[in-house]
């Protein structure tokens, strides 16, 4: 009866930067003349007419990619490619993506090399400076490197040709570190750059700040936010808004709490989505009287509440045995202009069911219905769950051929529970015609709905030798 409703559960990612790599043209490939035996092959497509002016030229330009390490063969396929393509583009960003290819599948120093030979064998070609950082990616991607000896060669590399490290070169190399699993050498490095001048920006801190709390420890994002502080550089709302939710999603309330105080005492405004973090936080431990404080703390402080507020609000007393302050703020809720929906009434209907209330739920679903608010399946298994579980069987068979008629599927705790109060009264046949429906609607895995079918049955066998069931 505990059950969380999916909205309250925030999942948080990042897409990895991939690499510029140009899709091959049927029509267009070529097969390379070298002999069998080279492991090279020659992969562009021709560059195909188009007219003058054309804004989808660059689309349009030939592209080389490698499935070869071979550095020979490498610089073998560059110069022919080279040779047989006239016009060649003179952008940066055309060769860019070559290096990008090659340096996917080859060592760092094999990268350098083949840079050094695309420099000579084409001079129109000019480096810049995300030339430098295509590079300087590879080095902090490398999991065999079990030191920052590759990435400073890149940097000195890269110092050297003109382009000295900056704000992007320390974002590039910090979250290609992060992403694998570098963080102590990513910290490390973004403080010997901050020595130089090239101070992360905010979005680099708070992403460091962000992987390290996920990733590492409370400790270690501290122990960041503290050195960084030496250069000038101190945690705004963002980072606090993720220190916050990340102590709240580990139960860590009391920390949540302190950070909240930390944050008003840098000067720093609380806003709505950090308060209604904390009241997720305490709502998941059933604590509805620090959700209501929260709450007020949150009107003290005048921040106006969402919906999502009195959502949270709504949801934290229900589960902690306060339905009747539930709704009162469903009220509150409306009066303030904010419609409730499923996950408000579903939150409503829960923890009357965990009151033994079900058939005072189950009128429930009428009423939003006349709101013109459709149930969810979740709405409709915490009713099947609520009413199995008090006993009456009949509303509940109701409800399961409503969420039949809308091809709804069970979940797993509903399933098992209408299928033993089936069992109970020697129901079997329609318990039998509720497997068949988990199974044939895929709501559980054929074989958990096997599994439960079966120790159900079991302990029918049993409850009967010993006279507990029909």
Same mark, same amino acid.
């Given at each position: 009866?505990?059950?969380?409703? =999916?909205?309250?559960k925030?999942?948080?990612?990042?897409?990895?930067?991939?690499?510029?790599?140009k899709a091959?043209?049927?029509?267009?490939?070529?097969e390379?003349?070298?002999?069998p035996h080279?492991?090279r #092959?020659?992969?562009?497509?021709?560059k195909?007419p188009?007219a003058?002016?054309?804004?989808?030229?660059?689309?349009?330009?030939?592209s080389l990619?490698f499935?070869s390490?071979n &550095?020979?063969d490498?610089?073998?396929l560059?110069?022919?490619?080279?040779?047989?393509t006239?016009?060649?583009p003179?952008?940066?960003s055309?060769y860019?993506s070559i290096l990008q290819?090659?340096?996917?599948?080859?060592?760092l120093?094999d990268?350098?090399?083949f840079?050094?030979h695309m420099v000579? =064998?084409h001079p129109p070609? %000019?480096?810049?400076?995300?030339?430098?950082?295509?590079?300087?990616? =590879?080095?902090?991607?490398?999991?065999?490197?079990?030191?920052l000896?590759?990435v400073?060669?890149?940097?000195?590399l890269m110092?050297?040709s003109?382009f000295p490290p900056?704000?992007v070169?320390?974002?590039?190399?910090a *979250?290609?570190?992060? @992403?694998c699993?570098?963080e102590?050498?990513?910290?490390e &490095?973004?403080? @010997? &750059?901050?020595?130089k001048?090239?101070?992360p920006?905010?979005y680099?801190?708070?992403?460091?700040? *962000?992987h390290?709390?996920?990733?590492?420890?409370?400790s270690s994002a501290?122990?960041?936010i503290t050195d960084?502080?030496e250069?000038g550089?101190?945690p705004?709302?963002v980072?606090?808004t993720?220190?916050?939710d990340?102590?709240c999603n580990t139960k860590?309330?009391r920390e949540?709490m302190?950070?909240?105080r930390v944050?008003s005492?840098?000067?720093f405004?609380p806003d709505?989505?950090?308060?209604n973090?904390?009241m997720?936080?305490y709502?998941?431990l059933?604590?509805?009287?620090?959700v209501?404080?929260v709450?007020?703390?949150?009107?003290?402080?005048?921040?106006v509440p969402?919906?999502i507020?009195?959502?949270?609000?709504?949801?934290?007393?229900?589960k902690?045995?306060?339905?009747?302050?539930a709704? #009162?703020f469903l009220l509150v809720m409306?009066?303030?202009?904010h419609?409730?929906?499923?996950?408000t009434?579903?939150?409503?209907?829960n923890?009357? %069911?965990?009151e033994g209330?079900?058939l005072?739920?189950l009128a429930?679903?009428?009423e939003m219905?006349?709101?013109?608010?459709s149930?969810?399946? %979740?709405t409709?298994?915490t009713?099947?769950?609520?009413? %199995?579980?008090?006993r =009456?069987?009949?509303?509940g068979?109701k409800?399961?051929?409503?969420?039949?008629?809308?091809?709804?599927?069970?979940?797993?705790g509903?399933y098992?529970?209408?299928?033993r109060a089936l069992?109970?009264?020697?129901?079997?046949?329609e318990?039998? @015609?509720?497997?068949?429906?988990?199974?044939?609607?895929?709501s559980?895995?054929?074989?958990?709905?096997?599994?439960?079918?079966e120790?159900t049955?079991k302990w029918?066998?049993?409850?009967?030798?010993?006279?507990?069931?029909?």
């Amino acid at each position: 009866m505990g059950r969380i409703p =999916q909205a309250f559960k925030r999942v948080a990612a990042q897409s990895p930067v991939s690499t510029l790599l140009k899709a091959k043209t049927s029509s267009a490939l070529q097969e390379d003349k070298a002999p069998p035996h080279s492991q090279r #092959k020659k992969i562009f497509s021709q560059k195909n007419p188009v007219a003058k002016n054309d804004s989808a030229a660059k689309s349009t330009l030939p592209s080389l990619f490698f499935e070869s390490a071979n &550095l020979s063969d490498a610089k073998s396929l560059f110069n022919s490619f080279i040779s047989s393509t006239t016009d060649a583009p003179s952008e940066p960003s055309f060769y860019n993506s070559i290096l990008q290819s090659f340096s996917s599948v080859s060592s760092l120093q094999d990268s350098i090399f083949f840079l050094n030979h695309m420099v000579k =064998q084409h001079p129109p070609f %000019c480096p810049n400076r995300f030339t430098y950082h295509t590079l300087l990616k =590879q080095a902090c991607s490398s999991a065999d490197e079990p030191s920052l000896s590759a990435v400073h060669n890149v940097l000195n590399l890269m110092t050297n040709s003109g382009f000295p490290p900056n704000q992007v070169s320390t974002d590039v190399a910090a *979250r290609a570190l992060c @992403e694998c699993g570098r963080e102590e050498d990513a910290v490390e &490095l973004v403080k @010997e &750059l901050s020595t130089k001048n090239s101070l992360p920006d905010t979005y680099t801190y708070n992403f460091m700040v *962000r992987h390290l709390v996920k990733k590492r420890s409370l400790s270690s994002a501290n122990s960041f936010i503290t050195d960084m502080k030496e250069f000038g550089i101190n945690p705004d709302l963002v980072t606090y808004t993720i220190m916050i939710d990340n102590v709240c999603n580990t139960k860590n309330l009391r920390e949540a709490m302190r950070l909240l105080r930390v944050l008003s005492e840098e000067g720093f405004k609380p806003d709505c989505y950090v308060y209604n973090t904390i009241m997720k936080g305490y709502a998941h431990l059933s604590q509805g009287g620090d959700v209501l404080g929260v709450y007020n703390r949150m009107l003290d402080e005048e921040v106006v509440p969402d919906h999502i507020t009195y959502n949270t609000l709504i949801f934290g007393l229900s589960k902690s045995g306060r339905v009747k302050d539930a709704k #009162k703020f469903l009220l509150v809720m409306t009066e303030k202009g904010h419609t409730p929906d499923a996950i408000t009434y579903t939150s409503l209907m829960n923890g009357m %069911c965990r009151e033994g209330d079900a058939l005072g739920a189950l009128a429930w679903l009428g009423e939003m219905e006349r709101k013109g608010c459709s149930p969810n399946s %979740c709405t409709y298994n915490t009713l099947l769950l609520g009413l %199995c579980k008090g006993r =009456q069987l009949n509303e509940g068979m109701k409800v399961y051929e409503m969420m039949k008629k809308c091809d709804m599927k069970l979940e797993t705790g509903s399933y098992g529970t209408l299928l033993r109060a089936l069992c109970r009264q020697g129901r079997v046949g329609e318990a039998y @015609e509720v497997f068949d429906y988990a199974v044939e609607s895929k709501s559980i895995p054929d074989v958990a709905a096997y599994s439960t079918l079966e120790s159900t049955l079991k302990w029918l066998k049993k409850a009967r030798e010993q006279g507990l069931a029909v």
